[in-house]
């Protein structure tokens, strides 16, 4: 039995009751035309292809895992479990390397997986986000949390090679 929430997750504070109401109008006039409800993502977070390799955003998965469970898990991300909180952020790390542009097949060859179990990752990622689970939007946004904060701390580093 998975944990119910009485709360509905917020992925971003900064989308407003008009956004939401113009993409529920959205999604029943789609439904009613095609016959199917479909998944809206909004992206409004920065776009930061090309500023993260997969070893970087690779690290940060891994130490935000360590945080979670501790580092009982030496390979991170790439021991071989099914426990929730590891295969959560291994699917994660999918889901953002595709955000961040790079291909299945690539993200795949770095975690030691067939592209099949990308696809199914991103897709996961993806559902869970579209029931609001709480532990996939917690997850989400602490690891975009982390990349802001990395990508901003690599910035500042070139700033100051650059002055200095």
Request: net charge positive; charged share 25%; glycine share 4%.
């Amino acid at each position: 039995m998975t944990n119910q929430h009485p709360r509905k997750a917020i992925v971003n504070p900064n989308i407003t009751k008009e956004m939401v109401e113009a993409i529920e109008t959205f999604k029943c006039k789609f439904k009613l035309k095609y016959g199917i409800t479909p998944y809206v993502s909004i992206n409004t977070r920065g776009n930061y292809m090309g500023q993260l390799s997969l070893k970087e955003l690779f690290d940060i998965v891994n130490e935000a895992l360590a945080n979670k469970v501790g580092h009982k898990y030496k390979e991170g991300i790439l021991t071989a479990t099914r426990l929730r909180e590891v295969v959560l952020y291994r699917q994660a790390f999918c889901k953002i390397g595709m955000h961040l542009g790079y291909k299945v097949t690539s993200i795949a060859e770095f975690i030691n997986k067939n592209h099949a179990t990308v696809i199914h990752s991103v897709k996961n990622i993806d559902n869970l986000l579209s029931v609001d689970d709480i532990d996939v939007t917690t997850c989400m946004n602490e690891l975009y949390t982390l990349i802001e904060t990395y990508i901003s701390m690599k910035e500042y580093e070139e700033v100051l090679q650059q002055a200095g």
